[in-house]
């Protein structure tokens, strides 16, 4: 249920009493506190929500920013999403040459150009993952 639909005056009401705050701050109790008077730590689900409003506004500006992501099969697409939710988009639209790789559908040179980034320095872990994804995309097709 969208409460904001259903109580939009509750809605405005607390966010005009407790003001909006997108970096953490102590309360007036000195407890850790974030957005809307959102004590933290906040949940797991409260975190999935985060994450899936976050993720969302990333892959669209992803698309409007670079339209060769569209035409991208979507093992590819996914694996540029997850660069973008860690990056952001201004981040990954740094990747040129990985682009110009992609354009061309040349997946080994895309993963040439994500090793080849103070990115994979700073987490190989996780970019060996996602080069993982793009190897089994290519040994599938």
């Known amino acids: ?26 309360d007036s109790l000195g407890i850790p506190t974030i957005g809307y ?6 949940s797991t689900k409260e975190g999935e929500l985060l994450l899936n409003n976050r993720l969302a ?3 669209a500006k992803l698309h409007y920013s670079e339209p060769v992501v569209d035409k991208l099969p979507e093992p590819i697409r ?5 660069m973008a939710y860690q990056l952001g988009v201004s981040g990954v639209l740094k990747f040129k040459n990985m682009f110009e790789a992609l354009k061309d559908r040349d997946y080994i040179r895309m993963i040439a150009e994500m090793k080849n980034s103070k990115w994979y320095r700073q987490t190989p872990n996780r ?3 996602l080069i993982d994804k793009i190897e089994s995309f290519m040994n599938d097709n």
């Open 1 to 26: 249920m969208n409460l904001k639909d259903k109580y939009p005056e509750l809605i405005n009401s607390i966010k005009e009493n407790e003001g909006f705050a997108g970096s953490p701050y102590n």
């Open 37 to 42: 008077g959102t004590k933290l730590p906040i």
């Open 57 to 59: 506004r990333k892959i």
């Open 78 to 82: 996914v694996v540029l999403y997850e």
């Open 127 to 129: 970019v060996n993952k």
